[in-house]
């Protein structure tokens, strides 16, 4: 089993950014893929960004060229960097094991203001 727990959200002003980072209570090299998730108010949770062992990322269409997602095996953390925030970036945001037997977060709230 793996509890994530996650930390970094908070209050920002659009324009501005945040790091959201993802502490794993045990080792996730083994770990294949790690991902982020947000839930707007009224809205499905989407993926927002993941990162394979090996290193590769993918992410949603809104935060590319924003958002940057990348591990620590070392420290079994995953972060979110998130540069230029928007208003509609705002939600709670998850970090997970999505593959095979899932693992969430408690998540993060981020609210963005215009």
């Known amino acids: 089993q793996v509890q994530l727990v996650e930390s970094g959200g908070g209050l920002v002003q659009a324009g501005g950014s945040l790091r959201l980072s993802c502490a794993a209570s045990?080792?996730?090299?083994?770990?294949?893929?790690m991902g982020w998730y947000r839930q707007a108010p009224g809205k499905q949770r989407e993926l927002v960004a993941a990162?394979?062992?090996?290193?590769?990322?993918n992410y949603e269409d809104s935060v590319k060229g924003r958002f940057t997602i990348s591990r620590d095996n070392a420290k079994n953390t995953v972060y979110l960097q998130m540069n230029s925030l928007k208003p509609e970036d705002t939600g709670v945001y998850y970090c997970?094991?999505?593959?095979?037997?899932?693992?969430w977060g408690q998540g993060t709230q981020v609210t963005v203001s215009s």
């Open positions: 990162i394979t062992s090996g290193g590769s990322t």
């Open positions: 997970a094991k999505d593959q095979g037997i899932q693992y």
């Open positions: 045990r080792s996730i090299f083994i770990i294949n893929r």
